[in-house]
């Protein structure tokens, strides 16, 4: 699997009186030797709670180059009362996606607040594919892919989307966003399954019967019974928003084809803990489940491997996942790039929907256009599809307006503390994942409009490919370079020996040489050895060293380290890793061979190349990495839920509950024995530093009383496990300057209208927000589509007019339209180079013959 496969995405519980706060915390001092900074030997003296501070008291600041000093993190699961609470000034911020028209009215009538709008939601029922007996002997019907399917066609979408999210949504049949590239670049290809898949009560009831007569059942009375006792699903049903509603809606639908349905009503904590455990023991048939892409997705290739097969994640839901064969390769195949042109990428894609189609392990209901609520003086970098919540900006760009400094923001979101914190396999929820995302630092972020990689500690990158594979750059800090051939060298780092514990060269595994379809160099600046983890120690090439090996050591079984649910992204990686190299250290310059190829030069260079020791769950510090690699040998722990599920032992977590006594044990006696995991990170390490960072470490600990580490914006100070609650406060060795990103406030996306027909053709007028004519420069493409029924009449790309006041295009109206009886749907999409999401406009006619 690719590195980009590593860290991609995702999918998808109040506390008023806060007595929370630190002490003020000073700067650790550093001396030098070498040529690379030495640890820092110490940290301050353990803090103590204070009581929280004021909205505007007299302070003085602890971290000059940030504008908020402590971030409070609290769980609020009601929407209304969280909406009360910042009209009251307990929180500033609500980072929930929220779909509920009538909250949306409210918010948007009262001047004390705004709401920030995005598109990366989505509404979806997993399904249990375990059985068709559970361990206890129990029926599911949901085993069987026919059934999964059936239930296309038993929901219908647009009653969801009108009756219960009150428009704030589009219907979903497939796991293409709607908000995304590939969604209007493949519209052809889908509009038709969307019309094949939509509402059909008697299909549905007709395949439903089928299945269930072959796995024995009868139908008595209108009801399901296997043997002598109904068959009954258990639905998990989410209860914090329009989830509860949209579960009872299906509940109704099962029941009026002979199920009977036990309601399972549970918040997020509650209902990932049953959906997480093994799906054989079958505590659940179906699930309301909710994604988030936390941002703009230019190629959804992945989606298909990511939902449907065990490779998408190392949990026991996917490891229960049987694709045919046929669709597990075309997966495979999209989300590894393997393709030559950009026409073999649209057969895989059409092999790919039909086929998720009849699978349906998940069932897709909406996309959700959602907003968050927040306080009119606060100001932050959304994203367009993660909205605050997924924005990886926000703990970059959080202020409060006019530019004074804050003691404390309050942010509320649904949940928190849903599963343990660990970088390698920990909780990838969107409500631990926003806190997480505050303590950690990137090599390369990504534009909360495009989507294309925005370099933060990288300086440059040079991708070369060869000559038939697809690739773009759209970005200055990435060059592009064609090649007939990539030949990997003897001496690049090529794959790794758990027994021997040393990488295995070029020449090793690939004795008769080997090519690579790209080559990415990435150059860091010359002060990347400047930077701090929070504990005080400098980031280091063991950093980097460590994080390359843990990726190919702890999902092979014969490493002491193994962890199987880490096995299947272990696998994928090697299968088109081919190689790296450190062609210099000081500046750091890597060069990776892979055959992972991405459709831009940016996104490769974000997820195969960087190497930076950020994971997509958490910082990874070879100290820290090391503590969780000591507890799994020793059996206390696994890093997956898989593998702790397996063993009986604690799923790790570096932040809170018992895995912390655990963590404190291998801390003391890798202090003592200055432990070093592998053999191959020594060369890299000096005694004194490897002294250093288990002291660092240690004092770190016992001032905050937890064993996470990152470098980003914020450090994580306090835990309150019993009350959801967790605050960040602000990190005095942050290097850069508070405005860095301000310029990314304002949103680039296009307004359009479409008027007509008149005269045998529409037109479509594009405005930026304020009503002014959007620069015709940043339009990439206008694209047409006429439909009658699901079936393609014509497609083409719309005409520019040239006014010199307005951008206008023109869509003239095809005579193989003009030709056909009853009505036709125009659909227009806009794409725009400075936003990726399109923005589609229809309208329904009846062509005037």
């Not at 496969?5 to 007595?19: D, H, M, P, S």
């Not at 027994?499 to 010359?526: D, N, T």
């Not at 199987?564 to 000081?586: H, M, Y």
């Not at 002294?691 to 100070?717: C, D, Q, S």
Request: aromatic share 10%; net charge negative; hydrophobic share 40%.
């Amino acid at each position: 699997m690719s590195r980009a496969r590593f860290f991609i995405i995702l999918g998808v519980l109040g506390l008023v009186a806060l007595g929370w706060g630190c002490q003020r915390a000073t700067t650790p001092t550093a001396s030098s030797s070498s040529s690379l900074p030495e640890p820092t030997p110490s940290l301050p003296a353990a803090a103590t709670p204070t009581a929280r501070p004021q909205a505007t008291p007299a302070h003085t600041a602890r971290c000059p180059g940030q504008g908020v000093e402590q971030v409070i993190f609290v769980a609020e699961p009601n929407a209304e009362a969280a909406i009360q609470h910042l009209r009251n000034q307990n929180y500033h911020v609500y980072a929930y996606s929220l779909a509920d028209p009538t909250l949306y009215r409210q918010v948007a009538d009262d001047p004390t607040l705004k709401a920030v709008t995005f598109y990366g939601s989505n509404r979806e029922l997993t399904l249990n594919p375990a059985g068709p007996r559970f361990a206890d002997g129990r029926l599911n019907p949901f085993a069987d892919p026919r059934a999964r399917e059936a239930l296309n066609w038993l929901i219908d979408r647009d009653y969801i989307v009108q009756e219960i999210l009150g428009g704030l949504g589009t219907p979903k049949y497939t796991p293409l966003n709607r908000a995304f590239p590939d969604y209007a670049r493949y519209l052809d290809l889908i509009r038709p399954l969307e019309v094949r898949y939509r509402y059909n009560p008697d299909r549905a009831r007709a395949a439903l019967d089928q299945v269930m007569t072959e796995l024995g059942a009868v139908k008595r009375d209108g009801r399901w019974y296997d043997g002598e006792k109904p068959v009954t699903l258990r639905f998990v049903i989410r209860t914090e928003d329009e989830r509860k509603a949209i579960g009872d809606y299906v509940a109704r639908q099962l029941e009026n084809v002979g199920f009977a349905v036990e309601r399972l009503y549970k918040t997020a904590r509650e209902a990932f803990a049953l959906v997480g455990g093994d799906p054989n023991e079958g505590a659940w048939h179906i699930y309301t489940a909710g994604h988030i892409n936390t941002s703009i997705v230019r190629d959804q290739g992945f989606v298909f491997q990511l939902y449907y097969t065990p490779r998408g994640r190392p949990f026991p839901l996917w490891q229960a996942y049987r694709p045919d064969e046929d669709f597990a390769e075309v997966a495979y195949r999209l989300a590894e790039q393997d393709f030559t042109t950009l026409e073999e990428r649209r057969e895989l894609f059409a092999q790919a929907l039909e086929a998720a189609m009849r699978d349906s392990a998940r069932v897709w209901l909406v996309d959700k256009t959602s907003f968050s609520p927040l306080r009119a003086e606060v100001d932050v970098v959304a994203d367009l599809a993660g909205g605050i919540a997924g924005s990886r900006f926000w703990p970059y760009t959080l202020r409060v307006l006019p530019d004074t400094r804050k003691d404390a923001v309050v942010i509320a979101q649904p949940s928190l503390l849903n599963g343990p914190w660990n970088p390698l396999a920990g909780s990838s929820q969107i409500y631990d994942l926003m806190p997480i995302r505050g303590t950690v630092e990137w090599a390369v972020l990504l534009d909360p409009y495009t989507g294309l990689g925005r370099p933060q500690r990288l300086a440059r990158a040079t991708v070369t490919v060869q000559k038939d594979v697809p690739l773009r750059a759209s970005s200055a800090w990435v060059t592009v370079e064609k090649a007939e051939r990539i030949p990997v060298p003897g001496d690049a780092w090529a794959g790794w020996d758990p027994v021997a514990q040393r990488f295995i060269l070029a020449s090793e595994r690939f004795p008769e040489g080997a090519e690579a379809r790209a080559r990415i160099v990435v150059e860091y600046p010359p002060d990347l050895w400047q930077w701090r983890w929070h504990d005080g120690s400098p980031l280091a090439p063991a950093d980097f060293v460590m994080a390359l090996i843990v990726q190919m050591d702890v999902g092979h079984p014969e490493s002491p380290f193994f962890d199987k649910g880490l096995q299947p992204r272990a696998e994928s990686f090697l299968a088109t890793f081919k190689g790296v190299r450190i062609r210099s250290w000081d500046p750091l310059v890597i060069e990776t061979y892979t055959d992972s190829t991405a459709l831009d030069a940016e996104t490769l260079v974000t997820f195969d190349g960087t190497w930076f020791p950020t994971f997509r769950l958490g910082p990874a510090p070879w100290h820290m990495l090391a503590l969780g690699l000591r507890a799994r040998a020793t059996g206390q722990a696994a890093f997956s839920r898989t593998q702790a599920d397996k063993d009986g032992v604690e799923w790790l977590n570096y932040i809170d509950g018992p895995s912390l006594a655990i963590l404190q044990e291998q801390l003391d006696a890798a202090e003592a024995e200055a432990y070093v995991p592998y053999a191959a990170l020594r060369p890299f390490l000096r005694t004194r530093d490897v002294l250093a960072r288990w002291e660092n470490y240690r004092r770190w600990v016992e001032r905050f009383g937890h064993f996470w580490i990152g470098m980003g914006p914020y450090r994580l100070e306090q835990v309150h496990g019993l009350q959801d609650g967790i605050v960040l406060g602000c990190n005095p060795d942050y290097r850069d300057p508070v405005d860095k990103w301000a310029h990314l406030r304002a949103s680039p996306l296009p307004q359009a209208r479409l008027l007509g027909p008149k005269s045998g053709a529409f037109q479509i007028i594009l405005t930026r927000d304020d009503g002014t004519a959007y620069p015709r420069e940043d339009v990439d493409s206008v694209r047409f589509f006429f439909w009658q029924e699901g079936r393609l009449l014509a497609q083409g790309e719309a005409e520019p007019l040239p006014d010199p006041a307005q951008t206008v295009y023109r869509v003239p109206i095809p005579d193989a339209v003009q030709d056909v009886n009853g009505a036709v749907t125009v659909e227009v999409a806009v794409l725009s180079r400075r936003v990726s999401m399109p923005v589609l406009i229809s309208q329904t006619f009846v062509p005037a013959r």
